[in-house]
């Protein structure tokens, strides 16, 4: 127990430290590029002369891993220096590793959020170092980015229930894994979801976090199959998710409908062997590059837009060769 409190003690004064820094930072008013929403305030620079800070939620999911690959691989083709660091699926993590960012004064941040509230403090003491920020695949609540590079999660939400309806009728009882609490993703798709479902009759009997990770979907998916009967289907908010709640399935000896987002190559073959109904795919190679791309048009002097909508499909056993990443 002692050492349990001593930990603790330590933790909560690390968090204080950081917001403090924080704090420390948003009141040394903007230098460098000055405000990080005006493509005009920037200095014109090639992608050879830029340095950019890419903070990844998690390397443990392949999903993000194909995202970091594919930005590394863009910035290794056009010589831009690139530093990722992996918050490890940890907010307080990610607030330190951007705040490195801030402190080393790089030319940009990529930053895919563990959670969307938990980052603005990030955000807005980058604003005030005058460095503009970037997000991927999830949004954030505040503080100002240049970009958001993602999918249409709300869509993707709706393609799921519409898949689930047209595989099992409009009345089918169907059990909900949701995301990380907080993350602009699992709102987002969890609405799109869930206002769909209802707008089809759907009956959703359960719906529990799983953190988008694979070993605790496993675990919820157990409970919630021996808490709920006649269960036709099971939507996951991710892939890793999806994986998850199919063993589960496969341990309970039911035939139940998995339906996931994301596209896993993982997830395709379960697909082709009929342990997984079907994803809504998207493509995280492809908003690493447009994210990194939208960067470099902004010290090119170009307008860079709001929001950068990445494309989703739906991937079945029909189409399952056609779609990989």
């Known amino acids: 127990m002692k050492s349990l409190t001593m930990k603790t003690g330590i933790k909560a004064v690390a968090a204080i430290a950081s917001v403090a820094l924080f704090a420390g930072l948003s009141a040394c008013g903007q230098t460098g590029l000055g405000t990080a929403d005006n493509a005009s305030s920037a200095a014109k620079k090639s992608p050879s002369e830029l340095s950019i800070g890419v903070s990844i939620s998690t390397t443990n999911n392949p999903y993000f891993v194909s995202m970091d690959e594919a930005i590394q691989a863009m910035a290794k083709k056009n010589g ?15 607030l330190n590793n951007v705040q490195n960012f801030v402190s080393q004064n790089v030319d940009a941040i990529l930053v895919n959020p563990v959670d969307s509230d938990s980052i603005v403090p990030a955000i807005k003491s980058a604003n005030n170092a005058g460095i503009p920020v970037i997000a991927m695949d999830r949004g954030a609540n505040g503080g100002t980015v240049l970009s958001t590079v993602a999918s249409d999660n709300v869509e993707a939400g709706k393609m799921a229930a519409q898949a689930v309806a047209k595989a099992f009728g409009n009345d089918a009882k169907v059990l909900e894994l949701s995301g990380t609490p907080g993350a602009s993703s699992t709102i987002d798709r969890g609405n799109g979801f869930n206002n769909e479902a209802k707008k089809l009759g759907l009956d959703v009997v359960s719906s529990q976090s799983a953190n988008f990770d694979r070993t605790t979907a496993l675990n919820t998916t157990q409970n919630m199959l021996q808490a709920n009967k006649d269960v036709k289907a099971i939507f996951a908010q991710n892939d ?56 470099y048009d902004h010290f090119n002097g170009k307008k860079v837009e709001k929001t950068i909508n990445s494309p989703i499909y739906l991937v079945t056993k029909d189409n399952a060769d056609e779609y990989q990443w």
């Open 240 to 295: 890793e998710m999806a994986l998850g709640a199919m063993k589960a399935v496969q341990a309970s000896g039911q035939e139940i409908g998995i339906f996931g987002i994301d596209g896993e190559s993982e997830t395709h073959t379960a697909i082709k062997n009929g342990t997984v109904t079907a994803t809504v795919a998207q493509q995280p190679a492809k908003i690493g590059q447009m994210a990194l791309q939208a960067a």
């Open 80 to 94: 831009t220096k690139v530093t990722v660091a992996d918050a490890q699926n940890d907010a307080s993590t990610q």
